[in-house]
T-cell receptor, first 109, second 112 residues
């Protein structure tokens, strides 16, 4: 079966750095996406990785290792508005997105 | 630019009733998707459409049907609602298989 694993919940302090991990086992791989979802709202796109390595976009970076079936999302200089759920999704061999259950990130002052 | 719009925003529905959730996008995206999101679970694909005139079944299609008569609209119909269909439903669209999906604001459906 196909599986995406992420921690259920993480807590971090405002101004700090946090790394959210995602491991996957899917039938084929055609890219990995990270989305942010605030409570009661729609998911919004953060990043896309298809090749190994680090993609940096402002305070957010995403890393991919295809051989390990592993990705992480790195958030720097955390702000209170970063409190949200972070969803990892993998596009499989049929180009369908397989979603993790999401990691709820709680930022404390 | 509206992006992708869903209606209604929320609905309470009696079991056994028929209901259509509407989804419209103005981005001219070829692909559209319907997901349900339940607490503790990832987004689960109900049905999808890669282009106007075609549809496909996702992971949890039972009890749902879709149509794609044109590029912009992708309605989801529950023929006879059951309490297990209580969920938040998201419609999404993308320009192609390797591009990000854009989501509507969601429809919170409660079947009683």
């Amino acid at each position: 079966g196909q599986n995406i694993d992420q921690p259920t919940e993480m807590t971090a302090t405002e101004g700090a750095i946090v790394q959210i991990n995602c491991t996957y086992q899917t039938s084929g791989f055609n890219g990995l996406f990270w989305y942010q979802q605030h409570a009661g709202e729609a998911p919004t796109f953060l990043s896309y990785n298809v090749l190994d390595g680090l993609e940096e976009k402002g305070r957010f970076s995403s890393f991919l290792s295809r051989s390990k079936g592993y990705s992480y999302l790195l958030l720097k200089e955390l702000q209170m508005k970063d409190s949200a759920s972070y969803l990892c999704a993998v596009r499989d061999s049929n180009y369908q997105l397989i979603w993790g259950a999401g990691t709820k990130l709680i930022i404390k002052p | 630019i509206a992006g992708i719009t869903q209606a209604p925003t929320s609905q309470i529905l009696a079991a056994g009733r028929r209901m259509t959730l509407r989804c419209t996008q103005d981005m001219r995206h070829n692909a559209m998707y319907w997901y349900r999101q339940d607490l503790g679970l990832g987004l689960r694909l109900i049905h999808y459409s890669n282009t106007a005139g075609t549809t496909g079944k996702g992971e949890v299609p039972d009890g749902y049907s879709v149509s794609r008569a044109n590029t912009d609209d992708f309605p989801l119909t529950l023929a006879s609602a059951v309490p297990s269909q209580t969920s938040v439903y998201f419609c999404a669209s993308s320009d192609g298989p390797n591009t990000e999906a854009f989501f509507g604001q969601g429809t919170r459906l409660t079947v009683v």
